[in-house]
């Protein structure tokens, strides 16, 4: 693919490697993208990673430096075409890369893999549109038709596999992106597996005055777009941080699939979520990506699964700390599944673990009256619900009215607090074990049903 001109050639990159102190051009297709940064002086930059059919197995690294954000290439798609003129082959640790001179460098960006026409949607100050480059980004074209990036599928993490303070490459779907709050972005994404439980450290008494949320999101998600998700799988909230949202939102889309390279995974009040950040990387992927075909195969199959719904880390059963007794036929169902049934009072079975309650302590749980009155707050991989405990449904789950004693270790049992030759050990984290448990759904609003819909333990027992 070399093509000669009046003062320049194009090469193909596997003969621009070798031309390191040289000015030369080439044409590539952009494998990856990074967030544009300033530089340590005046100028913008920005990293990213082009391939073509002569070298298609890492690609080739382009420094790009310009006067402004603005004059940076801004790229509609992973994947596009880029034209590079005149850029300086350099090298670092025996690795070559291209350094773009905002003094006589140009380029010119055009859309990639389904692109008509040939002219190019961004250009920089130096680049002249030529006759030659109509037929260069064709035949481009032409091999991206088939063109199939050979990675190691190592280097992606499974959400399953993800760990708190871990920077991860990741592959998944994306299911909703919004503004939770005024210029905070969010995107959710899933790969068909289950975050892993984490470990809660909040003290009990907390939840008086600082409840644990039901979601990372400053507010609940409508239904209509909950039912959106997938029944099974988390979804991963992911936080893009301020600076960088005008460069990566346009690169998400909604219902596709995406590679992200290092994004910051963390855990607040046992609920995951990511960071995008400046050091993130967006890498192209093409139709039938060999990992996301891999993906969605492993989807598939967990789908017919008799226990698909049930959470990866419960495997082969549940604990034996509850014993529920409905008599319904009727198969478990996810939290997701609740939230968004089609009627409004339903009852279901559902594998979750109980990670707050409200009143803490055991001599509260009933009202002046003797009733049992308790809020919970179930998790299982998709959601996190409050869900309330009543009279006769108390008298149920703790097998009628025990002592105070007898129910601390009840609901410890259920808590999974820490406890040490029947001790509790003080401050330790918890970590709940998972239980099988019965809920309904109902509303306390006539007119406003599906607004007040609240739901309720009822049929479950803790053993022991």
Not at 227 to 253: N, Q, T, Y
Request: neutral net charge; aromatic residues 12%.
């Amino acid at each position: 693919m070399d093509y000669n001109g009046e003062d320049y050639r194009f090469l193909k990159i596997k003969d621009a490697i070798l031309s390191i102190n040289q000015k030369v051009s080439f044409v590539g297709v952009i494998l990856e993208v990074g967030s544009p940064k300033q530089s340590k002086g005046t100028d913008s930059f920005c990293t990213i990673k082009v391939t073509d059919e002569s070298h298609t197995k890492d690609g080739i690294s382009v420094n790009i430096f310009a006067e402004s954000m603005e004059k940076l290439p801004y790229i509609a798609s992973v994947g596009d075409i880029i034209l590079l003129s005149h850029v300086v082959m350099k090298a670092h640790n025996k690795q070559a890369y291209a350094l773009f001179n905002k003094k006589f460098s140009s380029f010119a960006l055009y859309d990639g893999k389904g692109g008509e026409d040939f002219l190019p949607y961004q250009v920089s100050s130096r680049f002249f549109v030529r006759d030659q480059d109509k037929r260069i980004i064709a035949t481009v074209r032409k091999w991206l038709l088939n063109f199939q990036f050979k990675e190691d599928s190592k280097k992606f993490l499974l959400l399953r596999e993800i760990k708190d303070g871990q920077r991860i490459n990741m592959a998944c779907k994306v299911f909703h992106i919004c503004e939770v709050a005024k210029g905070e972005w969010m995107a959710f994404v899933w790969d068909g597996t289950d975050a892993p439980p984490a470990q809660i450290s909040k003290k009990l008494e907390d939840e008086m005055d600082h409840e644990l949320p039901l979601q990372v999101e400053p507010l609940p998600l409508s239904r209509d777009i909950l039912c959106s998700f997938p029944a099974v799988g988390s979804i991963l909230r992911v936080i893009i941080d301020k600076g960088i949202e005008k460069h990566i939102l346009h690169l998400l889309k909604i219902g596709k699939w995406v590679k992200l390279q290092n994004v910051l995974c963390q855990v607040d009040a046992g609920l995951w979520f990511g960071v995008l950040t400046h050091f993130t990387r967006l890498c192209y992927v093409p139709n039938n990506d060999n990992l996301i075909v891999e993906r969605q195969r492993s989807y598939d199959e967990r789908s017919s699964w008799e226990h698909s719904w049930m959470p990866y880390w419960c495997f082969p059963w549940t604990s034996e700390v509850t014993d529920i007794d409905y008599s319904e036929d009727g198969p478990f169902v996810t939290l997701k599944d609740v939230l968004t049934h089609s009627q409004v009072t339903a009852k279901f079975k559902c594998v979750v673990r109980v990670v707050a309650a409200f009143p803490w302590r055991s001599e509260d749980f009933c009202s002046p009256l003797g009733n049992y009155r308790i809020r919970l707050t179930l998790e299982d991989p998709t959601a996190r619900i409050h869900a309330f405990v009543y009279a006769e449904d108390g008298e149920k789950l703790f097998g009628g009215y025990p002592s105070v004693d007898v129910l601390k270790r009840k609901i410890n049992k259920l808590l999974g607090v820490a406890v040490s030759d029947g001790q509790e050990i003080k401050d330790a984290p918890r970590n709940p074990p998972w239980v099988q448990c019965c809920l309904k759904s109902y509303y306390i609003d006539r007119n406003d049903i599906w607004g007040s819909r609240q739901y309720r333990i009822f049929d479950t027992k803790i053993s022991g």
